[in-house]
């Protein structure tokens, strides 16, 4: 088997006095769609934030198609250039719960941004690539619309584009749809699951259990600071083996009809 | 009754407004120097890198908490001492004011910088942008739009306190008022036409301000 196109191993993190998990290791292939389900501050989200580097993790190392992101002190922490930050976010993109666009920009603008800043691509062209990122999102028409004119949902599916458009090889969603009205949560999951079917590898935080069933190859469920219980969503979610996954799943069915 | 009498002032309009000219120039070099020290103040003092914002920091404190009279004094009288520097009115006036703006002007940006939520720096380096790109196309502009304002009332301030120029003999458009009163020997209509000077400028400029603060309010994000 080939190297995993990204390896966290014995990643951990805490905030001051509170250990948010620890010993946490994970295997992305190619293709995995991964959601991480767990209560609210089980570090579902942090445990994100870690693999695109936006937090810290005070130890473990990081891999990405077999090469080590950063330099491994003998304290188990590693340390991160600026460099290696950069190097790993060509390849890892992130969507936020609060979409995070740029207000200043047009939609198009938002999406072109990386393009030009980072990649150096001339503005034209990296206008007819954001064009085309956007038609994937049905948001072509808002091109020259400024974000502060749009619907929660519409905001999502741009910061969506935004991230496609630098090409990265895994994506990560951070709670995609919380921040949403119920009635723009479909527009936006509906989006993630055509990303799911053209194959595109990528780690889901959410709280939408039926979506993570249905799009997701592999489920994690993190509880006492770590992976509390992980494999394919049948095996987590049908028939949960341990107490608190059965007891979290419970509590979200309770007031299902 | 005090009897009005405007005539002998404006037959010297000449000299009030070779002063107001110099009022200008002087307002300009030190608003335009003032804006760029204030930003590298600013990013200095933001820095995560102590040998940078302590400095910073200092040169910040010490200008925004003495008085301009004092500083002018210092640059004009104090520096050719020290320094052995050759020093005309207008390059100690350029200085005091290029310097003390930009305290006060680094104060702003840095308030508006750290305005700017997280998310915004997490987006931008999420895309793969470093610290500087990050800073330059996605904080500053976001920054300098809610900064605006305060940026615009700090200007203002400034304009008036250049008038402390005319104590070191620069001839801007009070030192110049003064000259017109001790020749027309009418002080009071003198210097009303210049606070008339200052107020129609200041109000045209003001006036202006609010109409590109209506149209940054345009592409969202910009509220008083």
């Not at chain 1, 995993?4 to 948010?20: G, H, I, R, T, Y």
């Not at chain 1, 002190?73 to 740029?102: C, H």
């Not at chain 1, 969503?233 to 299902?256: S, V, Y």
């Amino acid at each position: 088997m080939t190297a995993p196109l990204l390896s966290l191993k014995n990643f951990a993190k805490s905030f001051d006095e509170n250990q948010v998990f620890s010993g946490v290791n994970l295997d992305v292939q190619p293709g995995d769609r991964i959601s991480i389900l767990g209560a609210s501050g089980s570090g579902k989200s942090t445990l994100l934030r870690c693999i695109n580097l936006l937090e810290t993790p005070d130890t473990g190392t990081l891999e990405i198609g077999g090469e080590i992101i950063g330099n491994p002190q003998r304290t188990g922490k590693a340390r991160y250039r600026e460099r290696d930050l950069r190097t790993l976010r060509q390849r890892v993109g992130m969507v936020f719960q609060q979409f995070n666009l740029f207000p200043h920009m047009t939609v198009a603008g938002n999406v072109a941004e990386g393009l030009v800043t980072v990649r150096g691509v001339a503005p034209a062209k990296a206008r007819e690539r954001a064009l085309a990122e956007l038609q994937r999102v049905g948001l072509a028409d808002k091109a020259d619309a400024y974000p502060s004119r749009l619907s929660g949902g519409q905001k999502q599916r741009v910061a969506i584009a935004r991230t496609l458009a630098m090409d990265p090889e895994i994506l990560l969603f951070d709670e995609p749809t919380s921040a949403l009205d119920p009635a723009l949560v479909g527009e936006v999951l509906g989006v993630i699951e055509q990303l799911a079917r053209e194959g595109r590898t990528m780690l889901l935080v959410t709280h939408e259990i039926g979506f993570a069933y249905h799009v997701s190859t592999r489920i994690l469920f993190l509880a006492e600071r770590g992976i509390y219980e992980s494999g394919t969503p049948d095996e987590i979610l049908k028939n949960p083996k341990k107490p608190i996954t059965q007891q979290f799943l419970a509590e979200h069915q309770r007031f299902q009809f | 009754m005090y009897e009005w009498n405007f005539a002998p002032v404006f037959s010297e309009s000449g000299l009030l407004l070779a002063g107001f000219r110099n009022t200008l120039i002087l307002t300009a070099t030190a608003l335009s120097g003032g804006l760029v020290a204030g930003l590298l103040l600013a990013l200095a003092r933001l820095s995560p890198k102590r040998w940078l914002s302590m400095p910073a920091g200092i040169v910040i404190e010490v200008f925004r908490t003495t008085p301009p009279l004092v500083q002018l004094f210092w640059f004009y009288f104090g520096l050719p001492i020290i320094l052995a520097v050759e020093m005309t009115p207008f390059l100690a006036a350029a200085l005091t004011f290029t310097i003390q703006s930009g305290a006060f002007f680094a104060e702003i940006f840095r308030a508006g910088i750290v305005s700017i939520e997280r998310g915004q720096w997490e987006a931008a380096s999420a895309i793969g942008m470093s610290h500087n790109q990050c800073m330059r196309r996605i904080i500053l502009p976001q920054a300098v739009k809610r900064m605006f304002p305060s940026m615009m009332e700090r200007s203002i301030e400034l304009m008036k306190t250049t008038t402390l120029v005319a104590t070191v003999s620069y001839a801007d458009l009070l030192f110049q008022a003064n000259e017109v009163a001790q020749k027309t020997f009418r002080p009071l209509e003198v210097f009303t036409v210049v606070a008339l000077m200052y107020f129609f400028f200041i109000s045209f400029v003001s006036f202006l301000a609010a109409r590109m603060e209506r149209r940054f309010a345009r592409s969202g994000e910009f509220s008083l």
